[in-house]
């Protein structure tokens, strides 16, 4: 008899699962089309911060870059901004390098230590004013070129001075349900005070994501343009290194706290209404 109670919650839980992705399937091509058909706005260049915490990760931290200047139409109106902590080990090597490279590109490296993930991109998002805040890993790569340019053809559709997210396809399943890396904009970060909530170490994402469905104030870009080199994704020719490990330490927790501030992202939900 358990056996069989078992059997039939699980098959409960799939179907509502299987229900929950049609719905969001749904939501999410509807706002992107009505949008795109009906309330499409004259397409402008927007300046656009990219926001990246590093650790210990050089390499991987220009295996990003390289991929970013290769692939954007207009590097001049990116502005990178770039944080790693005090004690960071490869100091020297992130100064040296950025140092070339402010020659020719609007890119900043702050040094500063910071307790959560969070907290380093609100950091980050602090040091800059732009239309659009895309907060990266290190280990993320560009993969289509004049990535920019799309994103302004997505960003028309949605208006400036409304608060809005816009999912961007990483190595995510069902990017109808979640993005990994979600782009707000100015009224986004204006509205709330925030890139990253201040609750959690991590899910920045999710949060950011959690907010965008419950507002509804999202949009999902179809097409992909980045890569999410994440040493979990099958292939990936990344290892675990300290940093990865850090940070699972560091995140232990997030999934209770997650949960203990539901009312918390409803609150903030509202401001995006």
């Not at 109106?77 to 992130?94: A, G, P, T």
């Not at 490279?101 to 890119?107: A, D, H, R, V």
Request: charged share 30%; hydrophobic share 35%; net charge positive.
């Amino acid at each position: 008899m358990k056996k069989k109670l078992k059997l039939l919650q699980r098959i409960k839980k799939e179907i509502l699962k299987g229900l929950s992705r049609i719905k969001w399937i749904m939501i999410s091509n509807y706002i992107y089309y009505f949008r795109k058909i009906f309330q499409k706005k004259n397409k402008v260049k927007n300046k656009i911060a990219i926001l990246v915490p590093s650790k210990q990760r050089i390499i991987r931290l220009q295996r990003f870059i390289d991929s970013l200047i290769n692939n954007t139409s207009d590097i001049n109106r990116i502005y990178i901004e770039i944080l790693i902590d005090e004690d960071e080990l490869q100091k020297n090597e992130y100064i040296n390098y950025i140092n070339n490279l402010k020659k020719n590109f609007n890119i900043n490296l702050h040094v500063k230590n910071e307790k959560t993930h969070n907290l380093r991109n609100n950091f980050l998002a602090s040091k800059i004013n732009c239309d659009l805040y895309f907060p990266l890993n290190d280990d993320v790569i560009f993969i289509l070129k004049n990535w920019d340019d799309y994103i302004d053809d997505v960003n028309s559709y949605i208006p400036k001075d409304k608060p809005f997210s816009i999912w961007t396809k990483a190595s995510t399943k069902y990017p109808y349900l979640h993005s990994e890396f979600p782009i707000v904009n100015n009224s986004w970060y204006k509205k709330l005070g925030y890139i990253g909530n201040y609750h959690l170490f991590g899910y920045i994402d999710t949060w950011i994501c959690e907010l965008g469905k419950i507002s509804k104030k999202f949009i999902i870009a179809k097409t992909k343009f980045i890569e999410h080199l994440n040493v979990e994704i099958k292939g990936s020719r990344d290892i675990k290194d300290k940093t990865y490990h850090d940070l699972m330490i560091s995140q232990k927790d997030d999934l209770d706290l997650w949960q203990k501030t539901k009312n918390i992202r409803l609150e903030d939900s509202k401001k995006l209404l």
